[in-house]
């Protein structure tokens, strides 16, 4: 019966692979590295990582895929019609003769990686591959709370405590870093909105508790 | 099912996640790509984690999810950024990284 499972939950994460690589609308790449995802979540509880499959599906193909969505909905679909425009070339390979030539290449260097990977990871000779893995009880009979979330999280805050922390800091400096690398970039000689004239401006002197006034400089005297 | 299916099924999603990164031009479909490399190894990590009944390749791959989760944030931040300077969005026009 898992066997089924997992025959059906590969064909699944397969295809939702050749889809990310293969679909021409970024945003049918997303929907199906959705699909991806979800099959991996399946895989995932067939080998008893409940706690993973759960975060992958609420996280993963949640948010970050909402996220995902929101910046093709932005960018998307301009951004493919750009690059064409620029290239000038068949629209249907989106590429000259010389980038399909290395399209090529790259499906054969991707070949090879599949062939060296099978090969690093099945013909390692250890033993423990081709079973099924540990026991689904303890040596005492009774069933493992392997995978659980109660599991995780007493690993997480006792012996990987120190990563947990460190991987929180990673995603604070990535969030800082996000915004401000999607900000609205203002230059430094940008007035457009100095010229509204508020009450204030008219009861005291323009440069009034800025940097211009303490270096003694009056910029835009009238 | 052995664990061997699961580490072939790991193999093939890595060398094809890297295929798309080799091959596509839209830097949003490459990041797709990158999160299918990350997930191969996500799946090889917890088919391990299965083998030995023992749950640090688990954790391995949550840390690995938060990984995945930084490198989208920063990723897609860069993304709009380059919308908002009106570059082209597509890495093979790209060859400068000047601010």
């Known amino acids: 019966m898992s066997s089924v499972f997992f025959f059906i939950a590969a064909i699944g994460v397969i295809a939702g692979a050749l889809g990310v690589v293969l679909m021409r609308d970024p945003f049918f790449a997303v929907l199906s590295l959705v699909v991806h995802l979800v099959s991996l979540a399946a895989l995932f509880l067939l080998l ?3 706690f993973v499959a759960a975060v992958q599906v ?9 996220l995902y969505v929101f910046v093709v909905a932005y960018v998307g679909g301009e951004g493919e019609a750009i690059g064409e425009r620029l290239r000038g070339s068949t ?34 000779g250890l033993e423990a591959i081709g079973h099924e893995g540990a026991p689904f009880t303890t040596a005492h009979g ?29 995603l604070l400096i990535a969030a800082v870093g996000g915004v401000v690398l999607a900000r609205r970039r203002r230059g430094l000689g940008d007035e457009e909105d100095e010229d509204v004239l508020t009450p204030l401006q008219l ?4 440069d009034t508790g800025t940097m211009a006034e303490a270096v003694g400089t009056q910029r835009g005297r009238r | 099912m052995s664990i061997a299916w699961y580490l072939a099924l790991s193999a093939i999603v890595f060398s094809l996640g890297a295929v798309g990164v080799m091959v596509r031009r839209n830097p949003l479909v490459v990041l797709l790509c990158l999160e299918l490399m990350l997930n191969g ?4 990590l917890i088919a391990f984690s299965r083998m030995w009944g023992n749950g640090d390749g688990q954790i391995l791959a949550l840390v ?27 890495v093979d026009e790209l060859r400068e990284l000047q601010g």
């Open chain 1, 91 to 124: 629209p249907a390979a989106g590429g000259g003769p010389v980038a399909s030539g290395l399209r090529g290449l790259g499906a054969v260097l991707g070949a090879a990686l599949l062939v060296e990977l099978l090969i690093a990871l099945l013909g390692t």
């Open chain 2, 41 to 44: 190894g996500n799946l090889a």
């Open chain 1, 142 to 170: 009774e069933a493992q709370t392997f995978g659980t979330p109660a599991y995780i999280g007493n690993l997480l805050l006792t012996r990987f405590l120190l990563a947990f922390e460190i991987a929180s800091f990673l």
């Open chain 1, 58 to 66: 609420v996280v993963y193909a949640g948010a970050v895929m909402v």
């Open chain 1, 48 to 50: 008893r990582a409940q």
């Open chain 1, 203 to 206: 009861v005291r002197p323009r």
């Open chain 2, 64 to 90: 690995v999810m938060t990984v995945a989760a930084c490198e989208v944030c920063i990723g897609l931040g860069m993304i709009v950024a380059l919308y908002r300077r009106r570059l082209p969005i597509d």
